[in-house]
């Protein structure tokens, strides 16, 4: 049998009202959402919470045990920070167990007006050092820090031992590699990004044109970013994950990213000997059936990890990007 370990919050999607009831019903410890606006990096037509949603789902889930967290994960442009004001007040009076921020002034808003409201620091943060950790710690009373996906559990460890804060680690999802939702590629081709406008490759800039064999070309605004051919498996509209033509090249290439997904559940063991707190489930685009797999499967390997079993793991393959899967660069910086 194997060692028991402290068993880790398990904090998963949640890009609507249906998919956050599906998320505790499957299991999740915490449950991560946002508002319909641009203050979250998911802003997507279809997606995310009213006020009213919001309250009824705090409610749905306090009533299961369950937590909520609000994220306020983008960046206000200059002029803006009304909308940003305004859902830091929506996550203290709705009573989110956290918001999850990544501005800075976004943060010290709500540390200064909502000093008793849990602070987390996002991803986008881009907060990876002891250094940058414990001073957002120390000026804004961050609580938690939601880590890049750019460490090895090693290097997580070492950042565990030196920070005064609860450390949330990626295990399964989107890769994100692209300075974590804060590149301008998107803005380039569309005017808008993840960092400011909640949406990389909004559906409005996406075209695909099909020929007479079933072949799918890809445009992204006036861009194209890939073409398919019959029967290839496409892989999403953005355009680090776009393969492109060189004269060095016979053929198109990866040239920023490769469309494959993050899926650590080999590594379960290692991420809580390394001092992680809380695991992290991507897909708030995704359906309410991939929340209840992946969720499931989730929770049944943290549960049989944390009382010294070995996990049977599920197949998840057929949930990833492209069908494939990574340890990115958890296991290895030799990742590209």
Known sequence: ???????????????????????????????????????????????????????????????????????????????K????????????????????????????????????????LSVQAGASSPEAIRFYCASFGIKRVVLPRILTVEEIAAVHRQIPCEIEAFVFGNIGLMAEGRCSLSNFATGQSTNMDGVCSPAGAVHYEGDRVGNLTTRLGPFVIDRFTNGENAGYPTICKGRYGCAARNEPYYAFEEPVSLNLSALLPDLMRAGVTALKIEGRQRSRAYVKQVVSAFRRAVDEVATGRNAALADLIALTEGHRQTEGAFGSKRWR
């Open 1 to 79: 049998m194997a060692e028991a370990l402290r068993r880790p919050e398990l904090v998963c999607p949640a890009g609507t009202p249906a998919a956050l009831r599906t998320a505790v019903e499957a299991g999740a410890d915490a449950v991560y959402c946002g508002l319909q606006n641009a203050t979250n990096a998911r802003n997507f037509p279809g997606l995310n919470f009213t006020v009213d949603d919001l309250n009824a789902s705090v409610r749905f889930a306090h009533d299961r045990n369950t937590k909520v967290l609000l994220a306020v994960n983008t960046f206000p442009p200059a002029g």
């Open 81 to 120: 920070f009304g909308l940003w004001r305004d859902a830091i007040d929506v996550a203290a009076a709705t009573g989110v167990d956290a918001a999850i921020v990544a501005d800075m002034g976004v943060a010290d808003y709500a540390a200064q007006t909502y000093p008793s409201l849990r602070l987390h």
